[in-house]
């Protein structure tokens, strides 16, 4: 029995206490997938698809509010100790800065690819935390139109015998993980607003090899002319059929000045590269109140293990349609 599935059967086991809490839109009263559920400490959990999430003071003994936000939604705070059966959302019109046209039906266009950076080498990937996201700047040098066809993520998989680690047909450790793509503008050189208002989720495995390539064509994302972020973070592992488990997001370890809490990690490592001369990565953690986005380099994250090895980039590429200018 692997590791994951020992995971999987330790939190069926807290199913029986845990309480059920679904996020709702106050207006449709169809679910809010996706959730952020903040815990106000640098923690906190996502509800699932149908917009459930499960939450006990026994699993977070600590835990007095939180804070459930959602794109396109206000911000509720509740107390833990009043936790409904039901929260409901209310929307929130978010006025938009600029508005795009593109006329793009019926012209001629060339499908470019930027490729990935793709490395197995562990000792320069970033390990995925429920907290942080990552998000990856393209340029949009000439300014001409472009549309978002495909995002190429690079993973690393990990071998079951750590000395085998080298062999190709190594046989690699098994995981189902869920990730969410988010795509926002250019605001002076940070992430800005967002581009999509829609939830954009894939799933992992280790049968996918190396590479995954997410097909966004039908969300019809165009690259602005400053530029586009687009970032990954993690969900959280899932069953076999793609559903997010209630995996606990952090360990906690007894020490010296009392208990720390470390974020879990999980599978797969992101492979960050060292073949970009420029940084072009940023970070931030989700569940911080008032978080801000940081360019990953040496001034924001001096002792991480990556900027030592000038690893400072993770090596995401892209494909797009580029269109004619008229």
Sequence with gaps: MNKLHIQILFFLAWLPVLSQTYIIDNTT????????????????????????????????????????????????????????????????VDKLDEVFIYAVKNRDYDVETLKPYLDDDYYKCWLPTIESEIAVFFPNKDKLDKQLSQVHFPIALESQDWSKRKRKNAEKKTFSTL???????????????????????????????????????????????????????VLGYTDDNGKLLPNKKYKEI????????????????????????????????????????????????????????????????????????E
């Design 179 to 233: 990730f969410k793509v988010n795509f926002y503008s250019n605001n002076d050189g940070f992430p800005g607003n967002p581009l999509l208002f829609e939830n954009v989720v894939f799933r992992v495995t280790e049968k996918d090899g190396d590479q995954y390539d997410l097909d966004v064509s039908n969300h019809n994302i165009f690259i602005p002319k400053t530029g586009i972020f687009i970032s990954i973070q």
């Design 254 to 325: 007894k020490g010296r000045q009392g208990l720390v809490k470390i974020p879990t990690n999980f599978r797969p490592l992101l492979p960050f590269t060292d073949e970009i001369s420029y940084n072009k990565t940023y970070t931030k953690r989700v569940f911080l109140h008032n978080n801000k986005w940081i360019q990953f380099n040496k001034a924001s994250a001096p002792n991480s293990s990556l900027i030592r090895q000038n690893a400072n980039n993770y090596g995401m590429g892209i494909s797009f349609k580029q269109f004619e200018d």
């Design 29 to 92: 009263k169809e679910a809010v997938p996706y959730a952020t559920v903040s815990f106000g400490n640098g923690q906190g959990i996502f509800a699932d698809e149908d917009g459930m999430f499960l939450f006990t003071k026994k699993l977070y003994s600590d835990v007095d509010s939180l804070f459930i936000s959602s794109l396109g939604y206000k911000n509720i705070e509740l107390h833990s100790s009043k936790l409904p059966d039901t929260i409901y959302m209310p929307q929130k």
